[in-house]
């Protein structure tokens, strides 16, 4: 079985499969941006001044602090070589056009708390601002393993909203925070990206945010549309992305809930934003330590069976598919209501009124695990569970059990365990079809599986248990998931 080396690079692996990869040689260090610290002022709506999504729980408590800075720069603009070809390569169309976006980093206060890990998150955007929905889906996970994590804002409308916003944002924030903020080309995110994580393993620069601490790796992040930038990113950008050492600046990635298809890296503009389905370069091509994730929603939903691969197609890359999870679940719906509510004045819920319940079953829990198999892999080469599939039917669409669940896949303890039917969409208004369901099981159906509370307690405990040997459960979320069991009323 292929394993990485401890703190992999290209040179070590790409003999292996250089078939997938564009020709690329020993490329000049990416160049460094400037930043300065945007400083929290409380008060009134006219003069407070804080981070747009700054998280609404205190930090503090976790031994934790959250900053945010303007990053300035320069920007090479990028098109394909030979487009027509679908290959990766990328030249330099335009260089150095100026943008000024920004980072929200939040920290261990104290250096010797810090693991190493820099969780680099590519803020999603889909809403037409900022979301952060990796952090909030694992925010136990990473303060409690004392890792960093870094967002971006890498969309020219969000970084757009962040200095023009609309009347009701301004009801609730200061108007000047972001009057800086520039970025006129969606081809620039990918130097901004590659700058920025420079700097972060750029001890000696004082534009560091994190100068004090010893950055071992860099692990991109995101979720939905920010997964496909990760895929272009990872196979146009990553290899020539060097540090002066010749390490990569980017270690290792991890992609989630983002369908089938990459972002092209020319548009949008005079290309279409999205590479078209079946374009080879949808595909992950690289030799960078990477997970792919899906849920239940992405499969056939977004298409996401049409990039499947496993090690046997690109032994650096694993890809895990959910059962029973989807592209929202309750808990992300909740927590990721909070900055709608504070920031924006909005509702708390991007569907608040949907047909049936959204779906109780915690995408986090199994995203954390691989976070963590994911940093052992990088570091140690812990040889990460083999990929996982759901299984389909001709034409494409999931098999579901007799309680008309989904077969095959990671299969967290609920699924195991079920108390209804965990559907991947939900009806409603809005944004209601990216949320999952929940059909439960009548009085009879449940008194069936579970004739008692301790048939149901120790039927899930013995799948969390096989959860947590299979590597998609840590042993923090696994005895979380006990106590919520003990203190249910199944079966009482």
């Given at each position: 079985?292929?394993?990485?080396k401890?703190?992999?690079n290209?040179?070590i692996?790409?003999?292996?499969?250089?078939?997938?990869?564009?020709?690329?040689?020993?490329?000049?260090?990416?160049?460094?941006?400037?930043?300065?610290?945007?400083?929290?002022?409380?008060?009134?709506?006219?003069?407070?001044?804080?981070?747009?999504?700054?998280?609404?729980?205190?930090?503090?408590?976790?031994?934790y602090?959250?900053e945010?800075?303007?990053?300035?720069?320069?920007?090479?603009?990028?098109?394909y070589?030979?487009?027509?070809?679908?290959?990766?390569?990328?030249?330099?169309?335009?260089?150095?056009?100026?943008?000024?976006?920004?980072i929200?980093?939040?920290r261990?206060?104290?250096?010797?708390?810090?693991?190493?890990?820099?969780?680099?998150?590519?803020?999603?955007?889909?809403?037409?601002?900022?979301?952060?929905?990796?952090?909030?889906?694992?925010?136990?996970?990473?303060?409690?393993?004392?890792?960093?994590?870094?967002?971006?804002?890498?969309?020219p409308?969000?970084?757009?909203?962040?200095?023009?916003?609309?009347?009701?944002?301004?009801?609730?924030?200061?108007?000047?925070?972001?009057?800086?903020?520039?970025?006129?080309?969606?081809?620039?995110?990918?130097?901004?990206?590659?700058?920025?994580?420079?700097?972060?393993?750029?001890?000696?620069?004082?534009d560091?945010?994190?100068?004090?601490?010893?950055?071992?790796?860099i692990?991109?992040v995101?979720?939905?549309?920010?997964?496909?930038?990760?895929?272009?990113?990872?196979?146009s950008?990553?290899?020539?992305?060097m540090?002066?050492?010749?390490?990569?600046?980017?270690?290792?990635?991890?992609?989630?809930t983002?369908?089938?298809?990459?972002?092209?890296?020319?548009?949008?503009?005079?290309?279409?934003?999205s590479?078209p389905?079946?374009?080879?370069?949808?595909m992950?091509?690289?030799?960078?330590?990477?997970?792919?994730?899906?849920?239940?929603?992405?499969?056939?939903?977004?298409?996401?069976?049409?990039?499947?691969?496993?090690?046997?197609?690109?032994?650096?890359?694993?890809?895990?598919?959910?059962?029973?999870?989807?592209?929202?679940?309750?808990?992300?719906?909740?927590?990721?209501?909070?900055?709608?509510?504070?920031?924006?004045?909005?509702?708390?819920?991007?569907?608040?009124?949907?047909?049936?319940?959204?779906?109780?079953?915690?995408?986090?829990?199994?995203?954390?695990?691989?976070?963590?198999?994911?940093?052992?892999?990088?570091?140690?080469?812990?040889?990460?569970?083999?990929?996982?599939?759901?299984?389909?039917?001709?034409?494409?669409?999931?098999a579901?059990?007799?309680?008309?669940?989904?077969?095959?896949?990671?299969?967290?303890?609920?699924?195991?365990?079920?108390?209804?039917?965990?559907?991947?969409?939900n009806t409603?208004?809005?944004?209601?079809?990216l949320?999952?369901?929940?059909?439960?099981?009548?009085?009879?159906t449940?008194?069936s599986?579970?004739?008692?509370?301790?048939?149901?307690?120790?039927?899930?405990?013995?799948?969390?248990?096989?959860?947590?040997?299979?590597?998609?459960?840590?042993?923090e979320?696994?005895?979380?998931?006990?106590?919520?069991?003990?203190?249910?009323?199944v079966?009482?």
């Amino acid at each position: 079985m292929y394993s990485f080396k401890p703190k992999i690079n290209r040179f070590i692996s790409v003999g292996l499969f250089s078939c997938l990869l564009p020709a690329i040689g020993f490329a000049a260090p990416v160049s460094l941006p400037t930043t300065e610290l945007l400083p929290v002022i409380p008060g009134d709506p006219e003069t407070r001044s804080t981070p747009f999504i700054a998280w609404f729980l205190d930090l503090s408590l976790d031994g934790y602090v959250e900053e945010e800075y303007a990053v300035s720069g320069l920007a090479n603009i990028y098109g394909y070589v030979d487009n027509a070809a679908q290959s990766p390569e990328v030249e330099v169309i335009e260089a150095d056009v100026p943008y000024t976006t920004r980072i929200l980093v939040r920290r261990p206060v104290d250096p010797k708390r810090f693991n190493g890990t820099v969780i680099y998150e590519v803020l999603n955007a889909t809403a037409g601002w900022d979301g952060d929905p990796i952090w909030q889906s694992n925010f136990d996970y990473i303060t409690r393993e004392g890792a960093v994590w870094v967002g971006m804002s890498t969309k020219p409308n969000t970084v757009d909203f962040l200095r023009v916003g609309w009347d009701a944002w301004f009801n609730v924030r200061n108007a000047t925070r972001y009057s800086s903020m520039s970025m006129p080309e969606f081809r620039q995110a990918w130097d901004m990206l590659n700058q920025t994580g420079r700097l972060l393993k750029t001890p000696a620069s004082g534009d560091n945010p994190l100068a004090d601490l010893d950055v071992e790796r860099i692990i991109m992040v995101g979720y939905s549309q920010s997964a496909a930038y990760q895929v272009t990113h990872a196979n146009s950008f990553y290899a020539d992305a060097m540090m002066p050492n010749g390490e990569s600046i980017i270690d290792g990635y991890y992609i989630a809930t983002g369908g089938s298809r990459a972002k092209h890296a020319t548009g949008p503009g005079t290309m279409p934003e999205s590479l078209p389905i079946g374009d080879a370069r949808n595909m992950l091509l690289s030799d960078a330590p990477t997970f792919r994730f899906q849920t239940q929603t992405e499969v056939v939903g977004f298409g996401a069976f049409l990039v499947r691969q496993d090690e046997h197609d690109n032994p650096a890359m694993r890809y895990y598919e959910m059962a029973g999870g989807s592209h929202v679940d309750a808990e992300l719906d909740v927590v990721g209501g909070q900055a709608l509510v504070r920031d924006l004045d909005l509702a708390p819920s991007f569907c608040a009124t949907p047909d049936v319940p959204i779906n109780p079953i915690i995408i986090g829990f199994v995203q954390s695990a691989l976070l963590e198999r994911l940093s052992q892999w990088i570091s140690y080469g812990t040889e990460p569970p083999a990929s996982r599939f759901m299984d389909l039917l001709d034409p494409p669409e999931i098999a579901l059990d007799a309680h008309g669940n989904a077969i095959g896949g990671v299969r967290p303890p609920q699924i195991e365990v079920p108390l209804g039917t965990y559907l991947p969409n939900n009806t409603g208004p809005g944004f209601c079809f990216l949320f999952g369901g929940f059909d439960s099981f009548d009085d009879e159906t449940l008194s069936s599986l579970y004739p008692n509370h301790g048939t149901y307690v120790n039927q899930l405990a013995r799948e969390i248990k096989r959860s947590e040997k299979e590597g998609f459960l840590l042993r923090e979320d696994a005895a979380t998931q006990r106590r919520k069991a003990a203190a249910s009323n199944v079966g009482k």
